[in-house]
């Protein structure tokens, strides 16, 4: 903290910005402010400021204020006098830590140039940058307050909710299914998390034991039994044609047409579903259990692959608001689940069949018992130095599936998937990650039937075509040992 023996010398016109500054700087400054205008000052030694009544453009004012190098000197710049004699003055008189303070337009141009030549020293702040972020902040936070009111007042009179996830729950899934519930104020008993298919993934099998989340089972059919339908971390078109009204849709993923929805939340900038229920849930100030916490800081953690891709400011935050409220020992535990020795077969399969090549890593898995083994293999090898994709494929039941990763952000993963797989199968993403599923036999016929390796050989292909135009030109390395390394990683 400050102590209370800091001096500040501010030197403003506006009464505005005056009591402004008394306020901020008051607890932990001594605060004095200079003004030559007589009602004014007046005025503001009525009201309770320190105020001297000087010429600010003067030495000798600044001299008599006993000025040292340690007091701090604000000088207001609202853009019509030029405040270079008055900076000339205050220099003069010794101060050593002097701020401009720009009220209004930032001052650019030559002007502005020239007082920063002729005082290399002096800080310059402005108003719009200082209060700008705050103000935003707490504008955004209300419009989302005033959004989730709305929603929970809609839901509220229901007996039962489902709030539904996509296949397979991801963790970003399951958090965003306690969250809602909690922005709900509800319990396991009224508001349902449910999912058409369990979850299989070893770590997520191990959050949803560890955190006791219930995942219930449920059928288009059965959705007529609850009297609200919120979807989380998905949207209806990923059901294809059978969901086309909805009460609720909260996810991070590009906004599908196609279905009618009473409130929705889809930011696909955001890097996870649970980054944006963390906004939602501190906008109504609502409490968040450790468990929900937990839950949401290992969703951010694992959409964003730990801030490694597709990350941005609000992940972040909303990062270190949950952080204190998890158990972090918990977290460790989870993450701990990930490799298994079933997953490690697969990575060395894909090791031995892959193909490194400017930076992109193209592997064919063959059967895989588990869909996971594909995005595991894809996210695994994206940890290789000088990998900058990585597609991998797979055959599960009779349907290739194809995960891809990428951390060079000038092409998109989706866009990928979509270009290539949408007419033959199901292909959607965002721009870090991607995944298609098509049938055999519809990839067999668009590609003219290639054998085990020539799959493998095939995405690589596309992906070369898909990224020829600019992306990777960039993001190449520009040292040939690095290639070199890389190539090594491709023989072996
Ligand atoms: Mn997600």
Known sequence: MVGTDVRCLAVCQDELVIRMLDEILLPGFEVEFIVDNRPLSRRLHEAGVTVTLGDPRRTETWLKADIGPSTCVIIEDN????????????????????????VGAVPTGKRAEELRDEFPDVVHLSMSELFGGPLLTEFSRSL?????????????????VLIMLHNDPDPDALASGLALRNV????????IIGAMQGVTRPENLRMVNLLDIHVEPVTIESLKEYDRLAMVDVQP??????????????????EQPGYTAVFKDIRPDYGSTSTILTEHLRAVDANISERTATAMLYAIKSDTLFFNRQTNRVDLEAFSYLYPLADAALIRKMEGSEITLERLEY?????????????????????SPREDFIPYVADFFLQVEDVKWTIVAGVVGDSLVVSVRNLGYTKNAGEFVRRYFSNIGSAGGHRAMAKAVVPMRAFREKFGDPSGEEIGAKLQALAHEFLAHDGMREVRSPKSEVRSESEEVKSR
């Open 79 to 102: 853009g019509r006098r030029n405040p270079r004699k008055l900076l000339e003055a205050v220099r003069d008189a010794g101060a050593a830590l002097i701020y401009v303070l720009a």
């Open 144 to 160: 989302t307050r005033a959004r989730v009111q709305q929603y929970q007042r809609y839901f509220s009179d229901a007996e039962r």
């Open 184 to 191: 709900l104020r509800r319990t396991k008993a009224t508001a």
């Open 237 to 254: 078109h990923y059901f294809g044609d059978a969901i086309d009204r909805i009460d609720l849709v909260i996810d991070h993923h590009p």
């Open 347 to 367: 990575v060395l399969k894909a090791h031995r069949g892959g193909v490194l090549a400017d930076q992109v890593f193209c592997a064919f898995l063959g059967p």
